[in-house]
């Protein structure tokens, strides 16, 4: 089961929002907070597997709960649900941490899907913040391998080692060394950071 805070300053999006969660077996929503400030005092409190956090909210936004949050708790995932597609706030949230950038407006079902992947610790990335991060890229100052940048490219779809694995016709180990060799060059130490780092460079 995973366990969900869900933060939103409007009650009627987080009303649906939740009633969205309650339509599935694997989600047991335990928490709502109405501003980033609760958002972090809460998800300290009932220490939910992943918390669910508007971009936009008062007092404190989704990129400083994020920051927050993750320094209190590095466990818990962090998606960041927001209106917005274009916004500065998307990739401080990105630096903070946040592991998925979905949409309010998707359909239900790749909400859903988005928080079951980020919940099993991979990456999830709505198209059109993909492309903002992609815009924003700047000249690369690294240099991935073919091997490395495919590897990389297969995390950001959300496939886990084991499926990478399978894809590549390789070992589970080797998989995990191209991903340790691609954190080493981008200077990162995570999944999530290294795939939104490379986006960040122009690399995928």
Known sequence: MIRVLVADDHPIVR??????????????????????????????RLEPDL???????PGLDGDEATARILSARP???????????????ILTAIEAGASG?????????EILAGIRSVAGGEVV??????????GRSARPTVSLSARETEVLRLVAQGQSNPAIAATLFV???????????????????DRTRAVTKAMELGLL
């Open 75 to 89: 466990s818990t995932k962090v998606v960041i649900l927001t209106t917005y597609e274009s916004d500065t706030s």
């Open 15 to 44: 009303g649906g929002i939740v009633a969205l969660l309650a339509t599935a077996d694997d989600v047991e929503v335990i928490g709502e907070a109405p501003d980033g400030l609760t958002a972090v005092e809460l998800a300290e």
């Open 125 to 134: 990335l709505a198209p059109s913040i993909a492309a903002l991060l992609v």
């Open 101 to 109: 950038y979905l949409l309010k407006a998707a359909p239900p079902e």
């Open 51 to 57: 918390v669910l956090l508007d971009l936009r909210m």
């Open 171 to 189: 070992s589970e180990a080797t998989v995990k060394t191209h991903l340790l060799h691609a954190f080493e060059k981008l200077g990162v130490n």
